[in-house]
Every structure is written in C-alpha cells, then in structure tokens.
C-alpha cells in the first residue's frame, strides 16, 4: 500500500509528485495518457505537430451562445507532464494581485508574498536570481535561442504604438512588451515530468502506471480510502493509507468527483450517482482564456511559413541537432504584451500574444501563406461557465460550457484589446514585413461589426481553471489546505483550485500549487514570505 495515491500527472500532479517521493513518501500516480516519451514533446517547436495528436484530450464545448452559437475545441494534455509536455512552454506566472485577491477572499495562505517562495524553490532560471527568481530548482526557465525578425518587429512595433518593454514579465511589473522566458533546461523542453519525475522514479517508493483510467474515487464514510481504476482492460482498486490526491485538471477532477458521488446534488441525482457527499460548486466556476487573432499577410517569406515543408524540416532538424539553433529551437509564440485597454499605466487586463504565422484554431480554416498574428485576451474574464456530466461512462467526455463573452465587461474589453492590437500591427516596425490588415479587416470598425468577428473568430488559449475553487464560502471546494470541504484524506491539487483564473498562462502556476501542496500534506510549516513588499 502506497502513502499517497495521486490522480493525474500534469503540471500539479508531477510537481507534487516528485516533493512527496523527496520527502521518503511512497506514492502511486496515476495518469489517463502515456508515457512521455514521444521526441517531438521534448523539442520547442515540436507542439506544433502535437496539436491535434492523441496526446491531446479534444474536448468540444457546448453551442457558445455569445460566439455565433458554434461550440469549440478545447484541448488539454493526455500525456505524462500534462499540459507541460504540449504547450507553448511560456513561463508566466501572474500579477501579484491575483494571489492577493485570492487570500482577501479568504485562502488563507495565498497572498503573492506567500506563494513566491514556491515559484522560486520550483525555479533554475538561465537569467535571473533576484528577489523575484532563483536558480537551482528543477524546472528550468531560460531564454529562447531563437527569435525571428517578425517577433522583434512585433516588439519593436508595440513600443512605437506607446507600450513600454519589460525584462520580466514575472518581476515588479508585468505592464509591457517583451520577449518571453520558456520552460527550457539545454534548448529541451523541461516538463514537470522531467523536473520532477526523472529523479523521483529512481527511488523505489514511486509508481508510475499510465494509460490508468480511473473509474472513481474510494469513500468509506465520511473519507477517501483508495480509487477504482481501469489499466490494460483489469479493473484494479488501490488503497492509500495517508491520502488521495485528485490532480487531473479542471475538466477532469470535477468529473471524477461528480462520478464519485461528490458534487451538486441535483446533477448526481440526475444521472442515478448516489450522493456520498453533497458540494455545490463542483464543477462551477470554469473560467478560460479566449483570444482573438489581429492578422496581416507578409510581402516576403517572414516568420515561420513554410518551416514545416519537407525540405526544411530535414534541414531545420539538421540544425538542431549539430548546432542547437534555428527554428526547431524556437516556441513558435516568442513574445507577448500585456496592456491595460483604458489606462496604460493601470494593472494589465488584455495579453497579446504575437505568432509569426497566419493562425487560426484548429476548427478552423488554415491560410497557407506568410503572416503575423496578434493573439489577444481579456486576462481576467468575468464570464463562468461549468462542466456537468454527460453519461456515468467515465469514457465519456463531460459536457464542457466555458460560457466565453458571456459578461459584457469581457465583451467591452475584447473589443478594446483588438484595436489596440489591430494599432500594433499598423506600426512601421510592422509595416517592414507586412501588408494592410486582412482580419478582421479595414472595413470591420464598429463594434457591433468588430464584436461579429470575435463571436467567429475567437479561440481558447487552453487555460481552463476553478471548478474545483478554493474557498470558504458556499461554493468552495476545497479548503485553503486543497482538503475538500466535509471529507478527510481527499485534495484537489491542480488548475481546478483557482478561485480566479491568474492574468496569463497557467503552467508556472499549476506547478507552484503542486509544490505548495506538498509542504500542506506533510504537514510542513510555510517557505518563509519575503521580508519586502512583494
């Protein structure tokens, strides 16, 4: 029997994981995808071709009625490391005030001076080691080795449309426009599998089984006492004598817990589930990050178009391989602004995300010519949406209701954020490689016109979060310890505890969770906060 059995080897999971195994525990970590071991996962550039791979979990949203009515794709990583083995590798963690507003709001514990100290054990940052980073943790964060001239005339564009650069995204400020730092230790990507996993499956005390896909979790009572899972057409039950550590991502872990028969009473009454232990706000409160694509065609072969060809991939891979350079070595998405949409020198509300490709979802259309993209979006969204279930086959997708641009404050913002984008793009420092603006398109000015656009146009940028919120009010989950409210020996360790989604990409937070989460469960006293004014 295991101390800990842990459910879902993402980001959160793995870092847990690896903290638990240094500790001398002995855990179990089961994960629904397999092992990590394709080599396109452990190259930069290689997501692009894993988009649309089974190592992506395709999940369909339901008819978004504020998006033309359409439903979307959101993916989400079905592969040892999670979303960390498939991403973009984009470190970012956040404004501090959004860890401030989680802890006025009653996490306890919470707060940016408080959680720091865990961004900075998990760190090995290539460039800084300050207040804000540190080296020799086991993720690494470094810079990109390659940059091509459309992402620096992006830079170079935003600073003439009036945004200042930034160093750091993840210092004082996050304001501005600058070059982003990636989850990356030698020009390989650094997953949480590799950072965490590689050292800790050399102890005995740790089982990796994939490919696990887990039926339910074990209640006896009023605690969690094992899980139910399926492996290799065996239907096999565990027990762990200490916990049970739910970490399959802001999809998943409501789901499981719902099939458990933990969550709002009328939904597990609806499907026949037993209710073991009424909690209302299992599965509310999903929030996501959507963004819309500003677009213009090159005048020259710019960016990356047609790096992907027979030839040059041959020839790119070449490159890699002896020299560690060229565009394999590049995360494709290289830089990024945020920006307030109303006061320039106010607490960003919009990110923009730069592509040096045309790029649109991949429901969508593919425009086979050289382009830049502007990605933009609302960073903290006010819409909500949830995850029911669809059947009690737990094969079965759940039904998946982001609810994008539901609120009007998101709808304003987006619209905002779009022209400034779109006043990005017209910059000379862009007019260098590009033509006029294609999408939405000169004549699409007002914003019912420019709103049409989003409601077709609009993606998620795979950032779900919340439906298994930390809190003490009504609908919380979880408690300020990730110990779910009314049960004992059960946490949610992942994406799903945000009360609010951060303002950026999720990873370097999920990871910092899992590292937090460890100290709670072994019943650690905190990292110490930073002395100053964080």
């Given amino acids: ?266 939904e597990l009454e609806r499907h026949g589930i037993p209710v073991r232990h009424a909690l209302p706000g299992v599965g509310q409160n999903l929030q996501d990050h959507a963004e819309v694509g500003t677009i213009a065609y090159c005048h020259g072969k710019y960016g990356y178009y047609g790096q992907d060809n027979p030839l040059n991939t041959v020839k790119n891979g070449l490159q890699y391989l002896m020299f560690g350079s060229g565009p394999v070595s590049s995360n494709v998405t290289e830089a990024c602004a945020f920006i307030n949409t109303d006061d320039a020198s106010a607490r960003p509300n919009a990110q923009m995300h730069f592509v040096p490709i045309v790029f649109f979802d991949l429901d969508q259309e593919a425009i086979k010519k050289p382009g830049a993209t502007i990605n933009t979006c609302v960073l903290r969204p006010m819409s909500r949406g949830e995850i029911r279930l669809a059947s009690t086959d737990t094969e079965t997708a759940p039904l998946v209701d982001p609810r994008y641009f539901a609120h009007p404050e998101d709808r304003r913002v987006a619209i905002k954020g779009l022209n400034l984008a779109r006043e990005v793009l017209a910059q000379p420092a862009m007019r260098n490689y590009t033509g006029e603006e294609v999408f939405p398109g000169a004549n699409v000015r007002s914003d019912e016109a420019l709103l049409k656009y989003i409601g077709q146009r609009a993606k998620t940028v795979y950032h779900p979060v919340g439906t298994c919120k930390m809190g003490v009010d009504d609908m919380a989950v979880v408690d300020p310890e990730l110990r779910v409210h009314g049960l004992l020996n059960l946490r949610v360790v992942d994406a799903a505890i945000m009360p609010n989604l951060i303002s950026g990409n999720t990873n370097a937070p999920s990871i910092m969770i899992g590292e937090k989460a460890a100290d709670m469960i072994l019943g650690r006293s905190a990292l110490a906060a930073p002395p100053f004014q964080a």
């Fill in 1 to 266: 029997m295991h101390d800990y059995v842990v459910i879902g080897g993402g980001s959160a999971g793995c870092a847990l994981t690896g903290r638990l195994i240094e500790a001398g525990a002995s855990v179990l970590l089961l994960e629904a995808g397999p092992r990590d071991s394709h080599p396109l996962i452990h190259i930069p550039a290689g997501f692009t071709r894993l988009l649309s791979s089974p190592l992506l979990s395709r999940h369909e949203t339901q008819a978004q009625t504020a998006m033309d009515g359409r439903s979307r794709i959101l993916p989400q990583g079905r592969v040892l490391g999670g979303g960390s083995s498939v991403n973009a590798l984009i470190y970012i963690r956040g404004q501090h005030e959004d860890y401030d507003d989680w802890a006025d709001a009653g996490c306890n514990g919470w707060s940016f001076r408080e959680v720091l100290p865990y961004f900075k054990r998990a760190e090995d940052n290539e460039r800084f080691d300050n207040r804000y980073h540190a080296t020799g943790g086991p993720l690494g964060v470094s810079d990109l080795k390659q940059v091509c001239e459309l992402s620096r005339g992006f830079v170079r564009a935003a600073q003439q449309a009036g945004i200042p650069y930034t160093p750091d995204f993840n210092g004082e400020r996050q304001n501005g426009v600058g070059f982003n730092q990636i989850t990356a230790r030698n020009n390989r990507r650094c997953s949480a599998a590799v950072a965490y996993l590689r050292s800790a499956e050399k102890s005995r005390r740790l089982t990796v089984v994939t490919e696990a896909c887990v039926q339910r979790i074990l209640i006896e009572g009023n605690q969690a006492v094992g899980v139910e899972y399926r492996h290799k057409g065996r239907l096999i039950e565990v027990r762990g004598s200490k916990e049970v550590i739910l970490s399959a991502g802001a999809i998943q872990s409501p789901k499981l817990l719902m099939l458990s028969g933990i969550g709002p009473a009328q």
